[in-house]
């Protein structure tokens, strides 16, 4: 308890010291090292990693140095992207940056992740177009997302003579893109709507025609999807092949409520007590009820990660963690990320609606508590990510996610209860 203690308060510093001036002469340093000197700087994108560590992405403007250190005079300022890490990771791939905050920090310039040694072939242009582009024309290539050291999405649009394709390209740790293209592989013969693949990886990137149809979310935003079935996306669930659960085990969000209650009184320490009496709560309840057996899930069920076409599921993503589990935490997955859209955008303005449709037809086949406990777990997981959205507000938003976590202990033990 002392250690985990001791280390709760170590990444409180990290995240504290991140968001602070005083990073500055850190990276100062760093971009001197290089060759640049530090004009200015901007936080763009803070992760905690409970038991791990602490990440900022930094945008800073720098100009060349003159071989005494001094600016250049007639250096044109550039714009660089520089990550520091409290993460431990490989000495040959980072920069040491010297220590800090009681913390020992590595740092890189972007792309160059350390662990993610394909994201800079992926953010290459010339080699996205000959690799992945069928022999068209590349006409525009984006971050989709990137958490540092974890992994990455970028999009591609390539031009042809069948007009315009999109290629998503998954940027994944050292052997993990080969595996996700096994469970595609898998999926696809088991008639699971994944995106095709576009062959194997080629330095950890799995590249992936884009999916069918539109992202569940939207539907949900403009009429909380009141033409999905909730059938039909339990009959996704229904068609996972069982030769999922000889694949190795990932934990449930819910397996984690200890770490992300503490990533949530970091990012809301005037809410720390609050929080620990949820996660206490949480954790009796999680030990005392049915999970149910284990059988093949997807592991990251939710709106995001399903594609909506003429009112059926047409398309199921982000499969990384499909493998053996439990039912009802996918169902959890699912309520969790629903019930916290109106702290995401303000037009998510039918999701009670939504709610109370799919909680009365998952509620059906599983332990009802179980369901409830789990759900209010997986939005617990989601309050220091409001951290993460950009919004100037993301405070008023994580207590918003704590409040639907805490509401979410509540939902019916039948579909009648609504």
Same mark, same amino acid.
């Given at each position: 308890?002392?250690?985990?203690?001791?280390?709760?308060?170590?990444?409180?510093?990290?995240?504290?010291?991140?968001?602070?001036?005083?990073?500055?002469?850190?990276?100062?340093?760093?971009?001197?090292?290089?060759?640049?000197?530090?004009?200015?700087?901007?936080?763009?994108?803070?992760?905690?990693?409970?038991?791990?560590?602490?990440?900022?992405?930094?945008?800073?403007?720098?100009?060349?140095?003159?071989?005494?250190?001094?600016?250049?005079?007639?250096?044109?300022?550039?714009?660089?992207?520089?990550?520091?890490?409290?993460?431990?990771?490989?000495?040959?791939?980072?920069?040491?940056?010297?220590?800090?905050?009681?913390?020992?920090?590595?740092?890189?310039?972007?792309?160059?992740?350390?662990?993610?040694?394909?994201?800079?072939?992926?953010?290459?242009?010339?080699?996205?177009?000959?690799?992945?582009?069928?022999?068209?024309?590349?006409?525009?290539?984006?971050?989709?997302?990137?958490?540092?050291?974890?992994?990455?999405?970028?999009?591609?649009?390539?031009?042809?003579?069948?007009?315009?394709?999109?290629?998503?390209?998954?940027?994944?740790?050292?052997?993990?893109?080969?595996?996700?293209?096994?469970?595609?592989?898998?999926?696809?013969?088991?008639?699971?709507?994944?995106?095709?693949?576009?062959?194997?990886?080629?330095?950890?990137?799995?590249?992936?025609?884009?999916?069918?149809?539109? =992202? @569940?979310?939207?539907?949900?935003?403009?009429? !909380?999807?009141?033409?999905? $079935?909730? %059938?039909?996306? +339990? #009959?996704? /669930?229904?068609?996972?092949?069982?030769?999922?659960?000889?694949?190795?085990?990932?934990?449930?969000?819910?397996?984690?409520?200890?770490?992300?209650?503490?990533?949530?009184?970091?990012?809301?320490?005037?809410?720390?007590?609050?929080?620990?009496?949820?996660?206490?709560?949480?954790?009796?309840?999680?030990?005392?009820?049915?999970?149910?057996?284990?059988?093949?899930?997807?592991?990251?069920?939710?709106?995001?990660?399903?594609?909506?076409?003429?009112?059926?599921?047409?398309? =199921? @993503?982000?499969?990384?963690?499909?493998?053996? !589990?439990?039912?009802?935490? $996918?169902? %959890?997955?699912? +309520? #969790?990320? /629903?019930?916290?859209?109106?702290?995401?955008?303000?037009?998510?303005?039918?999701?009670?609606?939504?709610?109370?449709?799919?909680?009365?037809?998952?509620?059906?086949?599983?332990?009802?508590?179980?369901?409830?406990?789990?759900?209010?777990?997986?939005?617990?997981?989601?309050?220091?990510?409001?951290?993460?959205?950009?919004?100037?507000?993301?405070?008023?938003?994580?207590?918003?996610?704590?409040?639907?976590?805490?509401?979410?202990?509540?939902?019916?033990?039948?579909?009648?209860?609504?």
């Amino acid at each position: 308890m002392r250690n985990g203690a001791h280390r709760d308060e170590a990444e409180r510093r990290q995240v504290q010291y991140l968001s602070s001036r005083a990073v500055h002469s850190r990276l100062a340093e760093v971009l001197a090292d290089h060759g640049h000197h530090l004009l200015g700087a901007r936080l763009v994108d803070l992760q905690h990693r409970p038991g791990a560590g602490a990440t900022g992405i930094f945008r800073v403007r720098a100009s060349s140095s003159s071989s005494s250190g001094a600016p250049a005079r007639a250096s044109e300022p550039q714009e660089l992207y520089l990550a520091l890490t409290a993460e431990a990771v490989p000495e040959d791939g980072a920069l040491q940056a010297g220590e800090d905050a009681d913390a020992t920090w590595s740092a890189w310039f972007h792309p160059h992740d350390p662990l993610l040694t394909g994201l800079a072939l992926a953010s290459d242009p010339e080699s996205v177009a000959s690799l992945w582009g069928g022999g068209g024309t590349l006409i525009d290539l984006q971050t989709v997302s990137y958490r540092p050291l974890r992994r990455a999405v970028l999009r591609a649009v390539v031009s042809g003579e069948g007009g315009q394709r999109t290629v998503f390209l998954k940027v994944m740790r050292p052997g993990l893109a080969t595996r996700l293209h096994y469970r595609h592989t898998l999926l696809a013969a088991a008639g699971v709507p994944v995106p095709a693949v576009l062959g194997p990886p080629v330095a950890d990137v799995l590249a992936l025609e884009q999916g069918e149809g539109e =992202v @569940l979310a939207a539907a949900i935003m403009a009429d !909380g999807a009141s033409h999905v $079935d909730p %059938a039909a996306v +339990l #009959g996704v /669930l229904d068609r996972m092949p069982n030769e999922l659960v000889e694949l190795p085990r990932r934990d449930a969000w819910s397996d984690r409520t200890g770490d992300y209650g503490h990533a949530a009184a970091t990012a809301l320490p005037d809410q720390a007590r609050r929080i620990r009496s949820l996660v206490e709560h949480l954790q009796r309840q999680l030990d005392g009820t049915d999970r149910g057996p284990v059988v093949p899930t997807h592991g990251d069920f939710y709106e995001a990660n399903l594609l909506v076409s003429q009112h059926r599921i047409s398309g =199921v @993503l982000d499969i990384d963690g499909a493998g053996p !589990g439990h039912r009802v935490d $996918d169902l %959890a997955c699912f +309520l #969790g990320h /629903l019930a916290v859209l109106p702290a995401v955008d303000h037009g998510y303005v039918h999701v009670d609606q939504a709610l109370r449709r799919f909680h009365s037809v998952f509620v059906a086949g599983v332990d009802p508590a179980a369901l409830a406990c789990r759900s209010s777990a997986v939005a617990l997981s989601l309050v220091a990510g409001a951290r993460d959205s950009g919004h100037r507000d993301w405070e008023s938003s994580a207590r918003q996610r704590l409040d639907i976590a805490e509401s979410l202990l509540d939902l019916p033990q039948s579909a009648a209860g609504w």
